[in-house]
Each structure stands twice: as structure tokens, then as C-alpha cells.
């Protein structure tokens, strides 16, 4: 199996637009951060993690062919506002894709693109996706999926289990239910935004208090914000880094 970070940015991106920070004005290319997704490959079948609002330039720079399964962690729109993006795959390849959500996410994403569902007859736009509601651990091309119930703010997200690797992005708090779906990991991918405090996101050391609970043997931060260089790696204790766009684990 192997894991690719398609996007490691918050909602803005970075470089944020108009902005002239240091990290926006970054020469150095792990600075800059395309909004969160996950590729998982796994026998020759890929599963992608969000639509990101990037999901064009990031199938594009990781010569992606084909996409086999969506899994949605939440509504929000920097995971989702690049379902349309899937059209490309679609004619090609004419599959449906089938994707993945609990109820809320599933209906709200729905809600939001009935066209990528049910298509438009009178346009000859096909469906592209054929959603599914997910209740707990399943199997998708021989990778067992657990899904992870998430706090993110007000509203709940989920994160997701590959065997012995899980991601949980956009996060506020890990409900104590869910500690024990995390049991053992090698390598973990969570939300930490930035430095300073965030209602709807850990910040840094809110994600490492996390990963002192769950003790996996090598944590990558994410969906992280022009407050954090890549530069400042050092700064994190031994086991943990920043993830970039493009970094690749082989499980
Ligand atoms: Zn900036
Ligand atoms: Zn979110
Ligand atoms: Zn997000």
C-alpha cells in the first residue's frame, strides 16, 4: 500500500492570496501547500481522500489515471469543491465512482452537487458518483477501512483507518470512543493548522498531545496555515514532522 499527500494546506492554500508573509513568499517548494487530500494505493487501485478544491492539479502532478473510490471525511467546501474535476477520469474510464461518508456528509454533499449523482439527462451529463453511508469498518479493494469519529468544532468529522495508518484531518478533539480505533498505528496524519489556538482545529501542540495518547511510530501534521515553515521542522519532537504536498510512505 502506499500513501501519497496530494494536498497538506488549510482552506486558503498556500500561498494564501494577497498575502506577503515569509512562508507565502517561500522559495521553498514544501511550502507550498494545496488544500488537504490523501492518496491511498492499494493493488493497483486508487482511493482518494476529499475532492479537494485542488484535485485537478494534484491528479495532474502525481500522474494519477484513474480514481476508484472516494472517501469523505467531511462537508466543508476546501474537501469537497473539487468533485467536478472527476469528470475527466469519467471520459475516459466511464465508471461510476462509488464514495464513502457518514449520513450528514453524504447528504449535505449531495444536497450540494445533485448533478455528480444523478446527472443531467437534458445536458448528457452522466452520474459520476453513487454515494454510500457508512456506519463502521469495511473492506474496499483488500484494505481495511475504520472509519474514526472526529469532533471538528461544531460538527462531526471522520477520519480513516488503513490498516496500520490512519488520517484525521480537520479535528478538534478525538472523543474518547475513538482512541481505541487508533491502537497501534505506524504511521499517523493529523490536523494541526498552526501554533496559536483554533476552535474548530487542533493547533500544534494540541495535535501532539494527541499523538503522546496515541503513540503511533511516526506522526506527519497537516492542513497546516502560512503560520508554519517547513523550515521549522527541528522544532518538533523526534517521530513527528510536517507533511508536504507529494510525500510518499510505502506501508
Ligand atoms: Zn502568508
Ligand atoms: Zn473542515
Ligand atoms: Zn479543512
Known amino acids: 500500500m502506499k500513501l501519497v499527500i496530494l494536498g497538506s494546506g488549510t482552506s486558503t492554500g498556500v500561498p494564501m492570496v494577497g498575502c506577503r508573509c515569509p512562508v507565502c513568499s517561500s522559495s521553498d517548494p514544501h511550502d507550498k501547500r494545496s488544500r488537504t487530500s490523501l492518496l491511498v494505493e492499494t493493488k493497483g487501485k486508487n482511493i482518494i481522500v476529499d475532492t479537494s478544491t485542488d484535485l485537478r492539479q494534484q491528479a495532474l502532478r502525481e500522474g494519477?489515471?484513474?480514481?476508484?473510490?472516494?472517501?469523505?471525511?467531511?462537508?466543508?467546501?476546501?474537501?469537497?469543491?473539487?468533485?467536478?474535476?472527476?469528470?475527466?477520469?469519467?471520459?475516459?474510464?466511464?465508471?461510476?465512482?462509488?464514495?464513502?461518508?457518514?449520513?450528514?456528509?453524504?447528504?449535505?454533499?449531495?444536497?450540494?452537487?445533485?448533478?455528480?449523482?444523478?446527472?443531467?439527462?437534458?445536458?448528457?451529463?452522466?452520474?459520476?458518483?453513487?454515494?454510500?453511508?457508512?456506519?463502521?469498518?469495511?473492506?474496499?479493494?483488500?484494505?481495511?477501512?475504520?472509519?474514526?469519529?472526529?469532533?471538528?468544532?461544531?460538527?462531526?468529522?471522520?477520519?480513516?483507518?488503513?490498516?496500520n495508518s490512519a488520517y484525521l484531518t480537520d479535528c478538534s478533539?478525538?472523543?474518547?470512543?475513538?482512541?481505541?480505533?487508533?491502537?497501534?498505528?505506524?504511521?499517523?496524519?493529523?490536523?494541526?493548522?498552526?501554533?496559536?489556538?483554533h476552535e474548530n482545529h487542533f493547533h500544534i501542540d494540541a495535535a501532539l498531545k494527541a499523538v503522546a495518547r496515541i503513540r503511533p511510530k511516526r506522526t506527519v501534521l497537516t492542513h497546516l496555515t502560512h503560520e508554519v515553515s517547513h523550515n521549522d521542522s527541528f522544532r518538533l519532537p523526534p517521530g513527528s514532522e510536517f507533511a508536504y504536498d507529494g510525500m510518499t510512505f510505502e506501508l
Not at 106 to 131: D, N, S, T
Open 173 to 197: 478533539a478525538i472523543p474518547d470512543s475513538s482512541f481505541p480505533l487508533l491502537d497501534g498505528l505506524e504511521l499517523l496524519i493529523i490536523d494541526a493548522l498552526r501554533y496559536s489556538p
Open 64 to 163: 494519477i489515471e484513474h480514481i476508484d473510490a472516494v472517501l469523505f471525511t467531511h462537508s466543508h467546501s476546501d474537501h469537497v469543491n473539487g468533485i467536478d474535476d472527476l469528470r475527466g477520469f469519467h471520459f475516459i474510464h466511464r465508471n461510476i465512482v462509488p464514495c464513502y461518508g457518514d449520513d450528514a456528509t453524504m447528504a449535505a454533499i449531495v444536497g450540494r452537487f445533485p448533478y455528480i449523482f444523478k446527472g443531467l439527462e437534458v445536458e448528457g451529463y452522466a452520474p459520476l458518483m453513487e454515494a454510500h453511508s457508512i456506519t463502521g469498518r469495511f473492506d474496499l479493494f483488500g484494505c481495511s477501512i475504520t472509519p474514526v469519529p472526529l469532533q471538528h468544532g461544531y460538527l462531526m468529522s471522520t477520519g480513516y483507518r488503513f490498516n
